[in-house]
């Protein structure tokens, strides 16, 4: 068994490989541009698999690169990104174990290697939303603002790639070809089962961060409730005081109290008296 | 029939069970990893389901565990998670009735066990869903808001759980296996109907907890509206007093009654007049 | 034809004619039960209905009563709730009707009855709903959103008995059963349309109810604003009277029109002139 | 070819009808009872279709009626509401083509008219739309939160009916009937093609009404943050002339310019200050 | 191979082509009337396809236009709009490569042109919504409000036509017509791959679209919530200011401290104690 692996999508080895192999102009083309969705084509004599390497950025969040792979009887050709250590580690953990295996075997491996280097992505996510989720309860800032809807644009990317590599799984564990043999069947759909946990989890975790949102509004509104409602404590508390004694800066004659010597004890008295009061029937009426 | 129980996934007796049984080597691994989703595959000789044993945790949560079952045509093996004393509960229960029966019809009690065990469950979420409801409309608060949360996520991990269950049961309900006699067709069926009865309910309660969710902004919002119109109120009163006894205060000539004795008596009642006629008039533009 | 009306889930009456009809054991122990969704399942030599009645409750709500029917091909087995007039009425009617007519004639009749007797529980809540969203336009109240959310409850509880019983209709409008000749199928298919008319009110009636509830919080949030711009404006009348009479309260000499005889008047006048100047400004920039 | 058009579906002839071409009792009982939904049912001789006549209410509404249409081999019966101008003109205009044409043909010059019918109200409802959406982002009020309302359940109802009548057009534009030649088929399927878009066109309409009122809440919301504003900057713009005046009030020793000629000026060129740099303050800090 | 280019679908020449390829009426009609939707439908002896050309408008929304082809075994018809240069440069480019070509390669390019042209439309709705989520976190005005409306809008039109232009696409790419030879499959999946995709991406920019809206409101709602803050302690500043001095603006005896000739410094510093004091408790009660 023969394994090609490009490292340069650009490499003119892969024109070589294509003319030998009799590649399709049109996959040639797709390693070429790159930035293709995770897809299986089968095609004669081999089949062309797209699929995608997930990697968290230095920011938080993710990028996404293509390792195409073409599955011959016997040879197997990888075209990488040139710059992608993930996909690099996983293709040289699958060339440790792959002597003496047949293609599809080390087709199986890499696709396996692809599948579980996306958990790491997740357990990420998992950890940001856990945060989130205890920010939008006791700090909501729009900081978090600007999180929640970074974290909300990797998981519907993340998603769309899960879905296609769902798909890719779900035709490789049911395929026809006699490119893959029946024995490699439960494998395949052993990843499969790994996608679709994966792709269960990104829906959990989209759901969490949507609760979140509706979270955060109810979180703000009740903030801004509880300001409005100390808002209205000053007020009340103030608003006796300012009366009366407003009322008592007036040159006017007539007041109550003028001429006492405890006169101004006797009116402070007073506008505590009503404070007091007002306070009493506010919270009556359950308006604090 | 034998029924073969291991305590411990870790146990090597699984490993001599599976080269008795010729148990394949994927299945064996998702014994000993757990924390797989419920799942059937029917293998040569055998049929490999995951169940998820569901528990509430002292906090509210809810804690999901493996319990997997490989049924054979004479043998049944059951492999449950080192202490998880529901899933004890109900092997012990089969166990008690298992003399005599055939390896399906211990199967089928060992799935109708699980899937009873869920209705506890449902009965808890129900009661803490009754409660959220009656506080986001009487006293909503951000500990409401980190239940629902809670509840939410917990509703979320129990539906997925309750899915893949259903699958199970339904593939079971319709098994061409020869592993399964056609008797035992309608009492998978009756499976299949609690679980899918059981996911109604989930699907209920999600449903009003969105609801409670979308209440209590609404309610959130009543209330602030509230305060901000006792607010409101206030400053009415207050306004006419402050700005009357305000220019009474300055140290200038040529204002009415201030040579009266009665002067402030009379302004005062101007003041409270003019608040009267002020709350009247917002009262008729119903601007509170 | 016999017609056999246990009145009582528990009477030992059922145990015998399960024993006369050889009945599957499941299907009596969901007669005893009760509780069951609206279901139907083939058995050897009859068929099996679970139907729901929905009764509107004194609070508004809705309660729900089991009644089982197994048609055969010359009998029919009716198990009704212990109290349950609505039931009791269904079948009174068919049976005066019945007389001469084959089982599934009568089996027809009953589940015709049993979808009529949805209409008036759609329209009670028609007329809910309207009122509902009579109030959230026009007076919002935290009794209002109580409503809306009991009202939801009730419809979602309403719509997963609709649906279900929707399959059982879909069911019998084309089985191929015996026991049901075929000239029967346009009835059954004229109950199934009556009860997917049913189900899509519902569906209307809960994407109204949903609307409900985003109007209540536009409502609510508008007259926050309103009660906002109400303070504003008030604010925006006392200032200059606060400020102007707080400067010519002050124990200081060089102001302007002290001595003057129209002082007070004079500065009255100013202002009632920046007042004005305020709220014109205010009113151009559209604050208000 | 025989048209007969029932105009009164109390009309006795209608059971002369039944009687002659066999009618099935449901199907008269359908036209009889009317508000049926849109629906076709193939019978012995004879195919049934239910049309909806949608015509907007002077208060910008809508309200339906029936069109019932027998298509037979060689008679066609259509079955109007007793005052509905709509539909007379629609069949009106299918008369005057008629002479001379087949049973099928005129069924589809009917179909046809009742299905372009629909654009008038979905043009109606695109203005509606418009106009609702200008208001929103100009000058919410609840009024338009009651015309967005009553779009919404316009729109739900027309909505069922478009999906009706698609299901009506979908089955004609594949029907094996005999009653329907083959080189009818193109033109039954542009029917479909017509309904489809209309439905598309509604569903566009429901998102952008859904979407006007998530854009009132947030108009609504950001004119509550406007004026929450202006009233912080009134309050910003009083507080220190207020606090220094209040100061300068107080019967009290011991305050500088107490004695100066020019007191009152310096004091307020201090407030003026104070104010100013409040403003640039709040300003800094980006509170308003 | 005949490629006619009708350049004004008003063109005579059309009727002549129609009578000379036996060309359906309906599809003349739809040629004639424009305002199709994309849709492709096989006839005697030809396809015919109506494919959409958008534009984006100076005003940032988009446009549509129609280019139908009739693809026959020996000749292609394209109907383009009278004013649409996109599609006269699509058709130019084509009709550079297509000295030689058979009809249905001629066919592929023209619908890889066109979804082609999609693309630039695509990278415009990215850049509006990257532009529009800084600005809902940073500057949230009424006008961020209309774009994302506007762009929504856009959203919905852009992802009908490619939900159309798929649809077209996916039956090209398994057609068993004869008109398409089997070499040319993988071609049409090829476009079908594009425009899947390109569907992927306007799902994508709706879900951050309506998430850039709850971001909005979020947002909003935190910068009222901040408002309110600052109101809170400028009147929690002010209140003891003003409280105090008023009580000692008072015409009343028996204050302490009247005498003093640092009074007023002694109960401004009261003043001030009594702020801190009350900054210090609102703070502690986390109340802003």
Redesign the interface.
């Given at each position: 068994m023969d394994w090609h692996e490009i490292r340069d999508p650009q490499d003119p080895e892969l024109d070589r490989l294509a003319e030998r192999y009799r590649l399709?102009p049109?996959h040639v083309e797709d390693c070429r541009h790159r930035h293709e969705?995770a897809?299986i084509?089968e095609?004669r004599g081999y089949i062309f698999t797209v699929l995608k390497i997930v990697t968290i950025e230095a920011d938080g969040g993710i990028s996404e690169s293509d390792l195409d792979i073409f599955l011959g009887r016997d040879f197997i050709i990888t075209v990488e990104d040139k710059n992608c250590p993930p996909a690099r580690k996983i293709l040289e953990q699958v060339r440790g174990a792959a002597s003496g295996q047949r293609a599809d075997q080390v087709f199986y491996r890499i696709t396996d290697g692809v599948v579980d280097s996306y958990l790491p992505v997740l357990d990420h996510f998992n950890e940001v939303i856990d945060e989130l989720?205890d920010q939008v309860?006791d700090r909501?800032?729009?900081d978090t603002?600007?999180r929640?809807?970074d974290t909300?644009?990797s998981l519907?990317?993340l998603r769309?790639t899960l879905v296609n590599t769902r798909d890719v799984a779900g035709h490789l564990q049911r395929s026809e070809s006699e490119l893959i043999q029946r024995e490699m069947w439960?494998?395949f759909?052993?990843v499969y089962?790994h996608v679709?946990?994966n792709l269960?989890l990104v829906e959990?975790q989209r759901?969490?961060l949507t609760?979140?949102?509706?979270?955060?509004?109810?979180?703000?509104?009740?903030?801004?409730?509880?300001?409005?409602?100390?808002?209205?404590v000053?007020?009340?508390?103030?608003?006796p005081?300012?009366?009366i004694?407003?009322?008592?800066?007036?040159?006017?004659?007539?007041?109550p109290?003028?001429?006492?010597?405890?006169?101004?004890?006797i009116?402070?008295g007073v506008?505590a008296a009503t404070t007091v009061v007002l306070l009493v029937i506010?919270r009556l009426m359950r308006?604090?």
């Open positions: 399709h049109l969705s897809k084509e095609s989720e309860l909501p800032t729009p603002l600007q929640t809807f909300k644009r519907i990317l769309r439960p494998f759909r052993d089962d679709s946990r269960d959990t759901d969490l609760g979140a949102l509706d979270i955060y509004l109810s979180s703000v509104a009740n903030r801004t409730n509880q300001v409005m409602k100390v808002l209205t000053l007020g009340t508390i103030a608003l005081a300012l009366v004694s407003g009322i008592y800066g007036m040159n006017l004659k007539g007041l109290w003028t001429g006492s010597p405890q006169g101004a004890m009116v402070s506008m506010l308006w604090f």
